[in-house]
C-alpha cells in the first residue's frame, strides 16, 4: 500500500529564511506527487504536483520540489519564507490501487514564520 | 476562477440524528470525492464516485455513509446515525479526470461536531 511520512510536524524559520518541508513516500508503482498547502479555516490548496516529466517542480507562490526516486523523497523548499506563508502542508500520493485516484495524505507539518 | 463549494460551513447535530453535508464540485468535473480530517489528524480518503456510482470507498466508509449527486450539480454525503467519533472536517473535491496525475480541487470544508 502507498503512503506518505512527512518529517516534523510543526517548523518554525524565519523570514526570509529557507523553507524546507519533508516529504516521503513508498510505492510499489512510480507514482504521482502532491503538496498541498492549508491556511487556516480554508480547505486545500495545491502548491505543485509532479507526474513523472521534470524532476523539479514548481509551483505557486516561490515554492518547488525535487523529485529524488532513490531516497524516495519529495521534499518541499521556498529560498525566501514570507510571513504569509505561515499554513499547514501536506504532502500526497496518488493511489490507483482501485482504478481510480485517491490522495493518501501525509500527516501534515505546520509552518510558522516569525519576525 | 471556478471553486467547489461546501454548506454548511459548520453543522452541529447530536449523537444518533442524520446529517447531509451538501458540495457543489466544479461545473465540467466528472470524478468526486469526499475526505475527511479528525481534529490533529491527517486528511483521509473516505469516498470516490463517478458515472453516478461509487467507485471507490475506504473502510471509513461504513453502511452508516452514503453519497449522491441527487441532481446536476450537487454531491452530498449523508450520515444516517451520527457517532461522536464523526467529528471532524469534511472535505468534498472534484477532478476532471481519474488518472493520477490530475489535481483534485478542495472546497474549503464542513466541520461536523457530533455532541
Known amino acids: ?115 | 476562477e471556478p471553486e467547489v463549494t461546501q454548506t454548511p460551513s459548520h453543522q452541529v447535530t447530536q449523537m444518533g440524528q442524520e446529517v447531509i453535508l451538501r458540495c457543489v464540485p466544479i461545473s465540467n468535473h466528472l470524478y468526486f470525492y469526499w475526505y475527511r480530517q479528525i481534529l490533529g489528524q491527517k486528511v483521509e480518503f473516505l469516498v470516490s464516485f463517478y458515472n453516478n456510482e461509487i467507485s471507490e470507498k475506504s473502510e471509513i466508509f461504513d453502511d452508516q455513509f452514503s453519497v449522491e449527486r441527487p441532481d446536476g450539480s450537487n454531491f452530498t454525503l449523508k450520515i444516517r446515525s451520527t457517532k461522536l467519533e464523526d467529528s471532524a472536517m469534511y472535505f468534498c473535491a472534484s477532478s476532471s479526470k481519474g488518472s493520477g496525475g490530475h489535481e483534485q480541487y478542495f472546497g474549503p470544508g464542513t466541520r461536523l461536531t457530533v455532541t
Not at chain 1, 20 to 27: I, K, P, V
Not at chain 1, 65 to 83: D, G, I, N, Q, R
Open chain 1, 1 to 115: 500500500a502507498q503512503s506518505v511520512t512527512q518529517l516534523g510536524s510543526h517548523v518554525s524559520v524565519s523570514e526570509g529564511a529557507l523553507v524546507l518541508l519533508r516529504c516521503n513516500y513508498s510505492s510499489s508503482v512510480p507514482p504521482y506527487l502532491f503538496w498541498y498547502v492549508q491556511y487556516p479555516n480554508q480547505g486545500l490548496q495545491l502548491l505543485l504536483k509532479y507526474t513523472s516529466a521534470a524532476t523539479l517542480v514548481k509551483g505557486i507562490n516561490g515554492f518547488e520540489a525535487e523529485f529524488k526516486k532513490s531516497e524516495t523523497s519529495f521534499h518541499l523548499t521556498k529560498p525566501s519564507a514570507h510571513m504569509s506563508d505561515a499554513a499547514e502542508y501536506f504532502c500526497a500520493v496518488s493511489d490507483l490501487s482501485g482504478g481510480y485516484n485517491k490522495l493518501i495524505f501525509g500527516a501534515g507539518t505546520r509552518l510558522a514564520v516569525h519576525p
